[in-house]
């Protein structure tokens, strides 16, 4: 085996990977360099849950879920990934929303006609907010989308805007520059509720907007509900077999293009001579090198252990260990279940299980779960999340079961009043739970087993500092530019060929792979060959 790479790729996670087949398909000796046992980061499916009644176990997703973003990005066609054995299925209706009290559902499809006619079932006018809204936010992701497929500039955010007038007709309708830079840098609750009166309309939105991280009245947050725009114009989907498909086809597209995967095998230190990155060291002491290294772990795991600050001058270490990683972001448990959920909203409908359930009855319920989040405790009624992918991939599970996903927030990774996650971990699962049988009270006895997955549970297992998965808040100051520090930004660091491609950088987390396409686009200029983008 070679010790001497044209790329290191530290870390196997999504973005790692991207980076690594796009110089692989590129026609570079790549070697991806794997902590864990198994590949994918936390993009990953693992069998779980064998039993003599259940012999062949039950398919769990142990990080990402749903695929959204990925699909408004060329990834996926650009490695072939179906050649290697990646088959999406469509959610639709991508998401859902039991209304509590009522015999009634909204339903939100790929088609915005139809998400329209269910949104009229609780509110005419709202149905008519709902098509205007769209076509606003429509025009502005456009432009905000080719800038996330690129490195970010100083005056990307402001010059993007401006280039938009000129170009797809115009970011904003003659006469709505104003009114549509108010809505950019409003909060994304505001946004909802200057669109929408219906309470559920309202509180399904602003629910699916709080994936992204930060509270509903953060300021400067109303493109995350805006994006809503962008669903109806990829759709949702899920891997066939499990999330984690979408890292064992890039896998199988690296090696078949070259490329090598060693599992098992933590960086301990990243070389550096004269300023300068040449290779990497284990865990085991081995030492390996290339010409140039790309760390697809944290932030701060890469800067200030990886590379230490010894090597970073004082101003970037300080930097980077100021980043806002924040307190936590959510919990989840991993269901293997009897049967699916009967909401008592919509026991028998045909549609519910297709996409993403959203369990959050009302806003003053997630504020107060917000509420308890500031507190340092975990919420007493979570918010959650519902994912039944056995309804559309029956390959899961086995033929007389069903697999439920329930991911909750807000969960605190420090907490006070002297609790410890270890000490809690069943008492808040069945809390989440709870709210499920609540929803369905047909659940209370049909749980088979489950896999908890605490945010201090998260960090150990996914090396997600603090729990957040999205690595770094999801706040203005932390994005584009500023995305995880401007020194930063550009995937670039003040060490020489070594580079970032991880959800720490621009723009962001989410089964995206933007940050890993990025990244390869800058490593493979700097390589000064031809790339094939």
Same mark, same amino acid.
């Given at each position: 085996?070679?010790?001497?790479?044209?790329?290191?790729?530290?870390?196997?996670?999504?973005? &790692?990977? @991207?980076?690594?087949?796009?110089?692989?398909?590129?026609?570079?000796?790549?070697?991806?360099?794997?902590?864990?046992?198994?590949?994918?980061?936390?993009?990953?499916?693992?069998?779980?849950?064998?039993?003599?009644?259940?012999?062949?176990?039950?398919?769990?997703?142990?990080?990402?879920?749903? /695929?959204?973003?990925?699909?408004?990005?060329?990834?996926?066609?650009?490695?072939?990934?179906?050649?290697?054995?990646?088959?999406?299925?469509?959610?639709?209706?991508?998401?859902?929303?039991?209304?509590? &009290?009522?015999?009634?559902?909204?339903?939100?499809?790929?088609?915005?006609?139809?998400?329209?006619?269910?949104?009229?079932? %609780?509110?005419?006018?709202?149905?008519?907010?709902?098509?205007?809204?769209?076509?606003?936010?429509?025009?502005?992701?456009?432009?905000?989308?080719? @800038?996330?497929? %690129?490195?970010?500039?100083?005056?990307?955010?402001?010059?993007?805007?401006?280039?938009?007038?000129?170009?797809?007709?115009?970011?904003?309708?003659?006469?709505?520059?104003?009114?549509?830079?108010?809505?950019?840098?409003?909060?994304?609750?505001?946004?909802?509720?200057?669109?929408?009166?219906?309470?559920?309309?309202?509180?399904?939105?602003?629910?699916?907007?709080?994936?992204?991280?930060?509270?509903?009245?953060?300021?400067?947050?109303?493109?995350?509900?805006?994006?809503?725009?962008?669903?109806?114009?990829?759709?949702?989907?899920?891997?066939?077999? &499990?999330?984690?498909?979408?890292?064992?086809?890039?896998?199988?597209?690296?090696?078949?293009?070259?490329?090598?995967?060693?599992?098992?095998?933590?960086?301990?230190?990243?070389?550096?001579?004269?300023?300068?990155?040449? &290779?990497?060291?284990?865990?085991?002491?081995?030492?390996?090198?290339?010409?140039?290294?790309?760390?697809?772990? /944290?932030?701060?795991?890469?800067?200030?252990?990886?590379?230490?600050?010894?090597?970073?001058?004082?101003? @970037?270490?300080?930097?980077?260990?100021?980043?806002?990683?924040?307190?936590?972001?959510?919990?989840?448990?991993?269901?293997?279940?009897?049967?699916?959920?009967?909401?008592?909203?919509?026991?028998?409908?045909?549609?519910?299980?297709?996409?993403?359930?959203?369990?959050?009855?009302?806003?003053?319920?997630?504020?107060?779960?917000?509420?308890?989040?500031?507190?340092?405790?975990?919420?007493?009624?979570?918010?959650?999340?519902?994912?039944?992918?056995?309804?559309?991939?029956?390959?899961?599970?086995?033929?007389?079961? /069903?697999?439920?996903?329930?991911?909750?927030?807000?969960?605190?990774?420090?907490?006070?009043?002297?609790?410890?996650?270890?000490?809690?971990?069943?008492?808040?699962?069945?809390?989440?739970?709870?709210?499920?049988?609540?929803?369905?009270?047909?659940?209370?006895?049909?749980?088979?087993?489950?896999?908890?997955?605490?945010?201090?549970?998260?960090?150990?297992?996914?090396?997600?500092?603090?729990?957040?998965?999205?690595?770094?808040?999801?706040?203005?100051?932390?994005?584009?530019?500023?995305?995880?520090?401007?020194?930063?930004?550009?995937?670039?660091?003040?060490?020489?060929?070594?580079?970032?491609?991880?959800?720490?950088?621009?723009?962001?987390?989410?089964?995206?792979?933007?940050?890993?396409?990025?990244?390869?686009?800058?490593?493979?200029?700097?390589?000064?060959?031809?790339?094939?983008?």
């Amino acid at each position: 085996m070679s010790n001497k790479y044209d790329v290191i790729v530290i870390g196997s996670g999504h973005n &790692g990977l @991207t980076s690594a087949c796009y110089l692989a398909k590129a026609g570079y000796r790549v070697l991806v360099l794997e902590r864990r046992d198994t590949i994918g980061g936390a993009v990953c499916t693992e069998t779980m849950f064998k039993s003599s009644e259940y012999p062949e176990g039950f398919r769990m997703d142990v990080g990402s879920s749903a /695929h959204f973003m990925i699909h408004q990005t060329p990834v996926v066609r650009d490695l072939e990934l179906e050649k290697y054995g990646l088959e999406y299925i469509e959610m639709d209706p991508f998401m859902s929303f039991p209304v509590p &009290g009522e015999k009634k559902v909204i339903h939100f499809h790929r088609s915005v006609e139809k998400t329209c006619e269910s949104i009229a079932s %609780v509110s005419e006018r709202d149905a008519r907010a709902y098509t205007k809204f769209i076509a606003f936010w429509k025009r502005i992701n456009k432009g905000v989308l080719k @800038t996330f497929l %690129v490195p970010p500039s100083t005056g990307s955010i402001v010059s993007e805007m401006a280039k938009g007038q000129f170009r797809d007709g115009g970011m904003f309708a003659k006469g709505d520059q104003i009114h549509g830079l108010q809505q950019i840098f409003s909060s994304y609750e505001q946004v909802v509720k200057k669109y929408f009166e219906n309470p559920h309309v309202r509180t399904a939105l602003i629910w699916m907007a709080a994936q992204s991280g930060p509270p509903p009245g953060q300021t400067a947050t109303g493109p995350f509900v805006g994006w809503q725009a962008m669903l109806h114009e990829s759709g949702g989907k899920r891997p066939k077999g &499990g999330s984690g498909m979408l890292t064992q086809a890039m896998a199988a597209m690296l090696r078949d293009n070259g490329g090598e995967i060693r599992a098992e095998a933590p960086v301990d230190k990243i070389l550096i001579s004269g300023k300068r990155a040449y &290779g990497v060291k284990l865990a085991s002491g081995e030492e390996i090198q290339a010409r140039k290294i790309i760390s697809n772990a /944290h932030v701060q795991t890469t800067m200030l252990h990886m590379v230490g600050a010894d090597q970073l001058p004082a101003e @970037t270490v300080q930097n980077v260990a100021d980043i806002n990683v924040g307190n936590g972001f959510g919990m989840v448990i991993r269901c293997a279940v009897k049967e699916l959920p009967r909401y008592e909203s919509a026991p028998d409908d045909p549609l519910i299980h297709n996409g993403l359930q959203l369990l959050c009855p009302s806003l003053q319920y997630m504020n107060s779960a917000i509420g308890d989040y500031y507190k340092g405790l975990p919420p007493e009624k979570p918010a959650v999340l519902a994912m039944t992918f056995s309804k559309i991939d029956p390959s899961l599970c086995p033929e007389n079961a /069903h697999t439920l996903f329930l991911w909750a927030q807000w969960h605190p990774y420090e907490l006070q009043n002297g609790l410890k996650w270890d000490d809690i971990r069943e008492q808040e699962a069945q809390k989440i739970y709870d709210v499920l049988t609540e929803y369905a009270p047909n659940m209370k006895d049909k749980l088979i087993d489950w896999y908890i997955q605490t945010p201090l549970d998260i960090e150990r297992k996914h090396g997600l500092l603090r729990g957040n998965v999205m690595h770094v808040e999801m706040t203005l100051d932390q994005m584009f530019m500023f995305r995880p520090v401007p020194e930063l930004s550009r995937y670039e660091t003040p060490i020489e060929h070594l580079y970032l491609s991880s959800a720490s950088c621009h723009p962001g987390g989410g089964v995206f792979a933007a940050a890993g396409h990025n990244a390869a686009k800058v490593v493979l200029k700097s390589l000064k060959k031809k790339s094939w983008f």
